[in-house]
Every structure is written in structure tokens, then in C-alpha cells.
């Protein structure tokens, strides 16, 4: 494949996940790309849409071109995006195709999670480039540990480290410090973040960031102590925690879980982190997920996932009814 269909010339949007493979896949875009003006931008974080506030944001910025990596965003939020121009996406996640210039996502075409285990190896794969720092460091922000579990990947990986002269442990380390980001909520700091790290090419210009550092050090306490505390149990393979952080850790939490209960599927919400709204995260063996995200979507609310994962944004209003339907979803799972 090539980039051919992409102008370098436009006033192009570059919209991005919050998270490390979010980064390091707009990173590797603008790296490979060569776009002449181009503008960096995440949406408001723990939405998996475009809200009123973004897309007014979008309309002052009034680009060409939109590309979109690392996130599934419902039909509404895509047509939004092409009254602006061409729309072009990378993504890994499960969802529909759509109707725009370059929807790349080989997960729609069948291919296996473990072929492109992130939106990095899509990107790389899309670009017919060799495999760097950006494409595993992707990956090793959306499985962490389990990664290994990934003998495809691992054998990429491997030689990826080698090349580097690193390990395992430090590349986790990296996509640990850059996801403090969106966990404090700096915004900010996540838009500009691909354009600091298209130039990186060793770990340790990661590692030695000083507010990395920092955001680290305040959170491990704060995800300790919701690991550490107990869930309820809604049946014998269902279990729930219901969180009260002003930081996004979320995500972790439920993966941290679920990852030390694998035969079990773990719901966890928090209504602290944004004002009237709750976040709900779903995870383990799933085999409705695309029912939960299409469900969600049809209600108007945020919502996305893989095959093992569903995150979603909800009213206040609504979490005990949206938690309910969910619960029902996962027993009925449980019982076929």
C-alpha cells in the first residue's frame, strides 16, 4: 500500500486517540506523511465521539483533509468530519466501514487482533514500512503484559527491542509514562505530544521526561488502591466495581482486574472524573462486545471497544439503567 491518496499540500486535521497508541500512531503519521500544514487533535478525553464543544473547535480550525487514528467513531461523527473535506482513517477496533476516501482497518476485513495487535502496526503496514519504536510502542500501550501472550507480534517485537538494544520492560515502562497523560487529563499536552515524538527514536528520551515522571509517581497510589479494593459479585462469572476517582484510570483499572481474573468479565464505572457523567468499562472473555457498542451507540451515547474491551460514556442519569442492561447482556452470555 501507499500514501498516494493523502495530499500533503491541505490544510490536513490529524485526530487522535488520548492513549500511547494514539500518540505514537499520529507520531508515525506525521513522520511518514510529510503533511505541510498540518494540526494535531484529540477529542475531549473518555469520549468516542465528537461533541459540541470539539466540533466547534473543528469548525474555527475549518480544515481541508481529516485523517482519524486509533479511534472508532459512530456514523454521525464521520459525517460531521467530511462536510470538511476527504476523511481518512487508521484504525484496529471492531466497527462498521465507512463511506469516505481511505478506511484502512483490517480488522473489518476479517484479519485476526493478533496480526495488528494496535493501530501503530496498522499505520506501519499501511505504509509499507519496517517496524520501529512507534509501531511496537502502540502496541505495548494497548495489551501492556499480555502482549507476550502474542507469539505473531512477539516475533516482530523481539526484533524490534533487539535492534534498539532494550527490553520488554522498558518499552512497558515508556507506554506506562506516556498514558499519565490522559489519566491526569492533560489535554493539552496529548495534542502536541505526536509532534515531540515523531523525532524520538530511543526509550530513554521517553523515560527521562520529567513530567512523565511526575504523573507516574501521582498516580500508582491512586490505581493501587482501586486495584486493591473489593468487587461485588453479580454472578459467578460477572463482577463489579464501582470507582470514585478524579483521574482516568479507568482503562487500567478494569484491565489490571480482569487480567488477574481471566476466566471472569469485569465491569467497572466511575462518575468522577467528569462532571454528570459516568464512565463504564467492560472487560474479559466477551463474546457480545459488538452488541454492547452497537446497543450503546443506537442510544446516543459514547462507546467503543475490541473484541475483549467496551468502554463508554454515559449520563449520570442513566448509569444504574445502563449498568443493568449490561449485567443482563454478560449473564446472558454466561448461560448460552
Known amino acids: ?12 486535521l490529524l485526530f487522535h486517540h488520548w492513549d500511547t497508541d494514539g500518540i505514537a500512531s499520529a507520531a508515525l503519521l506525521l513522520r511518514e506523511l510529510d503533511l505541510k500544514k498540518v494540526g494535531t487533535f484529540t477529542p475531549t478525553i473518555g469520549n468516542y465521539l465528537i461533541d459540541e464543544d470539539d466540533r466547534q473547535k473543528i469548525e474555527d480550525i475549518d480544515p481541508d483533509q481529516v485523517i482519524v487514528a486509533d479511534m472508532a467513531l459512530p456514523e454521525d461523527s464521520i459525517e460531521f468530519l467530511k462536510r470538511f473535506g476527504e476523511v481518512h482513517i487508521f484504525d484496529h477496533h471492531l466497527q462498521d466501514e465507512h463511506d469516505i476516501e481511505l478506511h484502512y482497518n483490517p480488522i473489518i476485513d476479517d484479519s485476526s487482533p493478533e496480526e495488528f495487535p494496535s493501530a501503530t502496526w496498522v499505520i506501519t503496514d499501511y505504509l509499507n514500512k ?44 515508556c507506554a506506562e509514562r506516556i498514558d499519565t497523560l490522559y489519566k491526569i487529563g492533560e489535554r493539552y499536552k496529548i495534542t502536541y505530544m505526536p509532534i515531540v515524538f515523531k523525532d524520538v527514536n530511543r526509550p530513554e528520551e521517553i523515560l527521562n521526561k520529567d513530567d512523565l515522571k511526575k504523573n507516574e509517581a501521582n498516580l500508582k497510589e491512586a490505581i493501587n488502591q482501586e486495584v486493591e479494593a473489593s468487587l461485588e459479585k453479580i454472578d459467578d462469572k460477572v463482577l463489579y466495581r464501582d470507582m470514585s476517582s478524579p483521574y482516568n484510570i479507568i482503562s487500567t483499572v478494569t484491565r489490571r482486574l480482569a487480567w488477574s481474573r481471566e476466566d471472569k468479565k469485569v465491569v467497572v464505572s466511575n462518575s468522577e472524573f467528569q462532571a454528570n457523567k459516568c464512565q463504564i468499562y467492560i472487560r474479559g472473555p466477551l463474546t457480545n462486545s459488538q452488541k454492547i457498542i452497537e446497543e450503546m451507540k443506537e442510544k446516543g451515547y459514547s462507546a467503543g471497544g475490541k473484541s475483549d474491551v467496551v468502554g463508554m460514556v454515559v449520563p449520570e442519569e442513566d448509569k444504574e439503567e445502563v449498568l443493568q442492561n449490561i449485567f443482563n447482556i454478560l449473564q446472558e452470555e454466561n448461560n448460552v
Open 130 to 173: 519496517k517496524p520501529d519504536l512507534l509501531t511496537i510502542l502502540g502496541a505495548f500501550g494497548d495489551r501492556e503484559e499480555k502482549l507476550k501472550e502474542n507469539d505473531l507480534a512477539m516475533k516482530t517485537v523481539n526484533k524490534v527491542l533487539s535492534e534498539l538494544k532494550t527490553d520488554f520492560n522498558t518499552l512497558l515502562k
Open 1 to 12: 500500500m501507499s500514501a498516494s491518496s493523502i495530499s500533503k499540500e491541505k490544510e490536513t
